[in-house]
């Protein structure tokens, strides 16, 4: 059996809009975004492989763009195929999508046309029958969520030596900085933020969480909300009111990222236990690590319908 590092990587995704006639248009519904590849010459789903050090939900976004010319938004997760190439095994993850806008695109020597497809068509017309699969399946979740991001701060400098470097006893730990590696997971969760869509920003006010998401938040043109409740210190002194503003969040619909600490993500998680009846959560993320909660507001409250966790 192959190992991990000897399987091809790759992600994708399930884009659906509306049919342009209405959504009762014909009868048929919503539509499917399909590629058909140039030289294959096969029906398919925007999908392919990571880059050198991508994350997946970033090389799904990119490759929908580079193959469609679509802007895409990621929604809930869906069934990843592991099938052989070859001496290998590819596995590719896969999302349900939405466009949120568009650039210029041409036919090439890897695809050579894009079609939206009525559903049973789309059916009909995709070469492999796992994707016919992952499409009826797609066909079935739940559209329109939003995200919450519950994420641990990037690498941060110890304890010990920040001390050692300021010379005091007892520095303010809530000055403590990233390290270097910290900084460039900053900078790679910025286009991960992206892909979900996230649009406001919140985070302990402590250094070491500010720095890690304030790239994404200047990239995006949106304000650092602060939240003394989710530092560490903050946590301590006001456990009951930082678990009534975890649930506020999760109430807003907005698409959302928090940012906190190791020591107060297990009350966090425990807190989306009760809240959500989520379970089998591991609050035990790295430097960097995020929990994805989408969430389904259509009922009129709110509903969650997947969780996900990243590791750097």
Known sequence: MASVNDQIRAAGVVCFREHPGGQDSDGQGPQVLLIHRTQIKDWSLPKGKLDSGEHVVVAAVRETSEETGFDVVLGVPLPTQRYPVGTRQKSVAYWLAHVVGRSSWAANREVDE?????????LQMLTYPRDADLVRSASHAARGTSPLIILRHAQAEKRGEFAKRTREKKPD?????????GERQALDIVPVLSAF??????????????QTVEPFAQAAGVDVIPEDFFSEAGFAQSRDEALRRMTALLHDPAPQVLCSHRPVLPAIFEQLRRDLALTELDPDLPAGGFLVVHRDFSSGSVQVVAAEMHVP
């Open 114 to 122: 894009v079609r939206w497809v009525n559903l049973p068509e789309a």
């Open 197 to 210: 869509g996230v649009t406001r920003v919140h985070s302990s006010p402590y250094a070491r969480c500010i």
């Open 173 to 181: 730990d809530a000055q403590r900085p990233l390290t270097r590696v």
